[in-house]
């Protein structure tokens, strides 16, 4: 009996170890640029945290101070740069 409550938590402890990631990931992240220097765009959330985005990762798009763009976070490095409406 005991055994099989360990085996059933051990069970339970991998499962959710595996699901955590993908749960805590969190959406898109939305900020506006708050200054372009030297071909890098720094970005500004909403809630205060600075990202550096190279010209490379914005290229074709035509982004300006105040504009607000959404990317994601892939290796915590900007990814899929999108200027969206305020």
């Known amino acids: ?6 085996r ?6 991998a499962i959710v170890s595996l699901a955590a ?4 990931a969190g959406g898109p992240i939305k900020g506006e640029i708050i200054a372009i220097e030297g071909g890098t765009y720094t970005v500004k959330d909403y809630d205060g945290k600075e990202y550096q985005i190279s010209e490379e990762l ?5 982004l300006e101070t ?3 763009v959404q990317f994601e976070l892939e290796e915590a490095e900007p990814v ?3 200027e969206v409406d305020e």
Do not use: H, K, S, Y
């Open 1 to 6: 009996m005991f055994t099989r409550v360990i």
């Open 8 to 13: 059933l938590l051990v069970v339970a402890l």
């Open 21 to 24: 990631p993908a749960t805590f």
């Open 58 to 62: 914005v290229t074709g798009l035509d």
């Open 66 to 68: 105040g504009d607000v």
């Open 80 to 82: 899929n740069i999108q």
